[in-house]
């Protein structure tokens, strides 16, 4: 029997931004034909059932509510309408009947608020937009708010930062659920990066060299990217850049919000990715063709960044499918 579509809902709400809701419909809901998998069955939700306006005079209309909300396998709160006020007890409920069922729940930008006054975040690791950051310390002591990150994924409850950082999240999830290139390829359709590290950081203060024609740190990374099978230091990146060490560290950081090594890290463990879920090449051997000393020192790296091993990863994608 074919396998059903995993389900998702995400909530509207009055006074919402249509980019909110957007980024959910745009990964989760327009039907991928092109994919030889079941795609996800999008619902869209309110507290109550009917119009909800959203910014600009408009208005969308849904006859699902908070029932439908909480039945679906992936949960998702994209923003609340005030940062000041207390989720409704009936949505509270809702997202704990969620959370009782298994439910994966999501949050976008402020929607963290929401998932915090549900109680779901007690003890838990979460971020959301930065310039809410003070505020929600003060509402949620409980939380360990992290506000210098684009997303976190913290088993069942997963959280991002500002708008437009739910769209890694979302692409987080179908790589979790799907794999490396099907992740990849809606980011292709999206004409977005594949993949930002949901540890990098939220906002950098210059994301651009002061000239721009100055684009030595993009072609040390693009030329790291093409060597990932070597030993690269920082040293080496350095030279490809006409940089001493140190400028290069601080040029680095201002360019991308993070250091060499963890960026390195980062694409040696992303780009082992495809090696696991599409061939049978040993794991030492995968190690070592993106970078890696050791399958020991990879092994490490694989379970901080992906919270899983190197074969419970490959185990995972050689049948698997979607959350329902």
């Known amino acids: 029997m074919p396998r059903p579509a995993p389900t998702v809902s995400v909530l509207a709400y009055d006074g919402m931004s249509v980019f909110e809701l957007g980024i959910v419909t ?71 009947r969620a959370r009782h069922r298994g439910a994966r729940i999501m949050s976008i930008c402020s929607g963290a608020f929401a998932l915090a006054g549900a109680g779901l975040l007690d003890g838990r690791r979460a971020t959301t937009h930065w310039r809410y950051a003070d505020r929600f310390r003060q509402r949620h002591p409980t939380v360990d708010l992290d506000p210098d990150v684009l997303y976190i994924d913290d088993g069942p409850l997963l959280t991002s930062a500002g708008s437009a950082a739910g769209l890694d999240l979302c692409l987080h999830v179908v790589r979790s659920d799907y794999g490396h290139a099907i992740a990849n390829a809606v980011a292709r359709r999206l004409v977005i990066q594949p993949h ?73 463990v992303q780009a082992s990715l495809a090696l696991l879920e599409t061939t049978a090449t040993p794991i030492e051997k995968v190690a070592r063709a993106v970078g890696f000393d050791t399958a020991v020192t990879y092994r490490h790296h694989f379970a901080a960044i992906m919270r899983t091993s190197p074969s419970a990863y490959r185990n995972a994608f050689s049948g698997a499918g979607g959350r329902r």
């Open 196 to 268: 930002r590290d949901g540890g990098q950081a939220q906002f950098i203060e210059a994301p651009l060299p002061a000239d721009p024609a100055d684009d030595r740190i993009a072609r040390s990374i693009a030329w790291a990217l093409a060597h990932l099978g070597e030993a690269i230091t920082v040293e080496r990146l350095a030279g490809q850049a006409h940089m001493s060490a140190r400028t290069y560290l601080r040029h680095f950081a201002r360019a991308t919000g993070t250091t060499p090594i963890r960026w390195l890290i980062q694409q040696r």
């Open 26 to 96: 745009e990964v989760f809901g327009l039907p991928r034909p092109e994919f030889d998998v079941p795609w996800y069955d999008l619902t869209v939700c309110a507290e109550t059932p009917g119009p909800v306006r959203v910014v600009g005079g408009a208005a969308l209309h849904t006859p699902h509510g908070l029932d439908a909300f909480a039945a679906a396998g992936t949960v998702i709160v994209p923003g609340v309408p005030d940062v000041a006020a207390d989720p409704s007890p009936e949505l509270v409920a809702a997202l704990r």
